[in-house]
């Protein structure tokens, strides 16, 4: 039997199909994590450290035990032993767990006790009477809280590893005009709207767990480790998620409290942050300070590009914002160079955070170009355009496709950038206010990571497809429907789609933009599979119209196969199953990028982002106006639900340019706007105008599904393409993020 088909894009790929998860969603039957409420379930609540530095002395345990309907109260003195050591690090996206390991605390918020009872109400008193006493030290906060040091660079994860290519010094020496400018991003945490949680139940010496993760099966692996049990002995339901953005891609925090108590007490225990104390153990963007150099020559060509970050990390695990990275990759100068130092404060580890490096590196790159392309007296574009790199820059690389010259071109020609003045303070609006454009560019990688599928073709003529995916709320549990539909040929009203469940195939990791291409290239390669069977069973069948027509001369669409060349030779699916035994066909599929094809292609999602501000010219308030994205991304396969992440990208950008920012307490080390009230985000009236556009892209190499990216991409680009429009406006530069009204009052 000839073993290679190729399945096809049907009919449901690029349409703009509504997630089929919607209607469950508004009207409440959805079932997140948090909901599930098993018989005799206990309620549990993290006590957080308020301090950051220092060790708990004691804890009013028999106060808190004392209260009506408190069942248990664990502590660093009393938590039961765990088979895997929590500071181990020993699988991807690892981090050290919050498990009560000392009486140290290392930072606000850090769990010192945890508490289990009848009702949340109990429990949540009973870690209020734990009162904890400490003995203290002064908390080290912020870029300046303690001395710089070089991370190893070592690690696969978290540690970014120094690049330099071609003769920087010299690159800097040939220079005409130089920019050497420092900027500076502030800690932002991921504050999905469904906060941390997990309902643990042990069933005999099984455990199962009802929890968010975006990434199921590598969950899994972690919990088993720590506990010491088979992998096969947990079972995991993530059906959806409220939000990830990275910080529900790794194993951290205190969830783990929760399972040992589950297992401690034999009930199931229930645990669910509040909004407060998703600032501390679960992970957020560290602080930055970068200092970019560009140095160009007489026609503005980039001699060098010069970027150095410092980031915060904590001072007892390692994830550093790998920020300056984001000038790899991106523009042809002459010689390029990204250099990391970080400094250990008393807060929680980072992690990744949406567009991690990309978002805080962009902000300062893009900054600093429209800050070389003032000097130069250049329009920012032009400037841009005259850097363009047509093969990566320092691996000479050639891209696997790059539609950004096209970006430029449609978003500018979208926004009606043409004419728009050099100078700043040059535009006013009827009501007065100062009026400022700015453009940013937009890279992403387009990673992939290692997925399994499974693609059956049922006796009735459905599918059913299978992986172990996150939907987080990006529509993945559509868009991967539509390219596991078309790669059955059926509809998709005629597939099932299950995903989020640990005993399916490993579905991957949603993260790194790298979830479509990831499961979506596994489905895709299980429905061809099932397809290529299904073919070599009527292609040997002599009562098949598709008798002896080999496999690979038929295609699959709309439940019938079809032979290529005559398409009168056709049958129905279930008329060929019905007539062979009747058993479901079963086809299996795997996607990750094999070494090599990463080694001859460079491999990103490019875009430009343009934006209009309004400034009042007095009180300093900003008002992002209008926003034009071009993106290319390979594919698109839902265009609806890409715009829509791609638009969530921007508005992430609007955010980090003008809002987000945890402000720190420098005499405790606490945070003190730990919540929505203090800590901004856009709300609608912050947000309009937006447009997003797609551009279109073939991309032959990238994976088999010719899939980019569009998580994440939209941060990118825009933070700058704001400040720049803020700088167009009021001829002000702020190079601290977020931009405030006081640091435009102070410029004006
Ligand atoms: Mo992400 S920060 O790749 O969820």
Known sequence: MPDVIMPRFGSNSGQPTTRRDGIAKVTGTA???????????????????????????????EAALA???????????????????????????????????????????????????????????????????????????????????????????????????????????????????????????????????????????????????????????????????????????????????????????????????????????KLMFRRDQM?????????TRQRIRIGIDGDARMTVLDHESLATT??????????????????????????????????????PVRAPGEASGSAALESAMDEMAEK?????????????????????????????RECYAEGAKRFGWEGRPLEP???????????????????????????????????????????????????????????????????LDRVEFRSGHSDLPDGGVAGGSGHTATAGGALHAAGGDAVAKLAGIASADPDSPLFGTGNTGVVARDGW?????????????????????????????????????????????????????????????VRVTRMVGAFAAGRIINPRLAESQLMGGMIWGISFALHEEALFDKRTGRIVNGDFAGYHIPVNADVTGLEVLTVHEDDPYVNPIGVKGV????ISGSVGAIANAIWHATGTRVRRFPIRIEDLLAGA
């Open 31 to 61: 079932t997140f994590a948090a909901d599930n409420h098993p018989d005799r379930m206990l309620h549990a609540v993290y006590a957080p450290a308020t301090i950051a530095r220092g060790r708990v002395t004691a804890l009013d345990t």
């Open 67 to 269: 209260h009506p309907g408190v069942v248990a109260v664990y502590t660093p003195w009393n938590r039961p032993p765990l088979a895997g050591d929590p500071d181990a690090k020993p699988f991807m996206f690892a981090f050290r767990f919050e498990a009560l390991q000392s009486d140290e605390v290392r930072y606000a918020n850090q769990p010192v006790a945890f508490v289990v009872a009848e009702s949340l109400e109990a429990a949540t008193e009973g870690a209020r009477l734990l009162k904890p006493q400490y003995e203290a030290q002064p908390a080290r906060v912020g870029l300046d809280g303690n001395a710089p040091f070089k991370p190893k660079g070592d690690a696969p994860f978290g540690l970014p590893r120094d690049v330099e290519h071609g003769d920087v010094a010299a690159g800097h020496a040939a220079a005409d005009q130089a920019l050497d400018a420092t900027y500076e991003t502030a800690e932002n945490y991921h504050n999905a709207m469904e906060s941390h949680c997990l309902v643990a139940e042990w069933k005999d010496g099984k455990l199962e767990l009802d929890i968010p993760t975006q990434a199921v099966v590598l969950t899994r692996g972690a919990y088993a480790y720590y506990f010491g049990i088979a992998p096969g002995d947990i079972t995991i339901r993530s059906p959806y998620l409220g939000g990830g953005f990275g910080s529900k891609a790794i194993a951290n925090g205190p969830q783990i409290l929760a399972i040992m108590a589950a297992r401690e007490l034999g009930r199931p225990v």
């Open 279 to 287: 600032f501390g153990p679960t992970g957020h963007r560290g602080a």
């Open 314 to 351: 904590s001072s007892f695990d390692d994830f550093i914002e790998p920020a300056a990275h984001a000038s790899q990759g991106l523009y042809n100068a002459g010689a390029l160079r990204s250099a990391f130092e970080a400094v250990r404060v008393d807060t929680g580890t980072p992690g």
């Open 376 to 404: 130069a007296g250049i329009d920012p574009l032009d400037f841009r355009l005259r850097n363009y790199a047509e093969t990566e820059p320092g691996t000479g690389k050639p891209y696997s496709s790059k539609a950004l």
């Open 425 to 491: 303070r040059r535009m006013q609006d009827a009501d007065g206010k100062l009026v400022g454009w700015g453009m940013g560019t937009a890279l992403f990688g387009a990673p992939m990571f290692a997925a399994e599928a499974r693609a059956t073709l049922l006796p009735d003529g459905t599918g059913l497809i299978e992986t172990a995916a996150a939907d987080m709320g990006q529509g993945a549990w559509t868009a991967l429907a539509q390219i596991g539909a078309d790669a059955l040929g059926l509809p």
């Open 561 to 621: 196969l079809v032979a290529e060349e005559d398409d009168s030779r056709r049958e129905r699916f279930a008329d060929i199953i019905a007539r062979n035994g009747g058993a479901a066909v079963v086809g299996t599929g795997k996607a990750a990028r094999p070494p090599e094809d990463a080694a001859r292609h460079a491999m990103y999602s490019h875009g430009a982002v343009f934006a209009e501000v309004k400034v009042d010219p007095e009180l300093f308030q």
């Open 711 to 714: 998580g994440e991409i939209g």
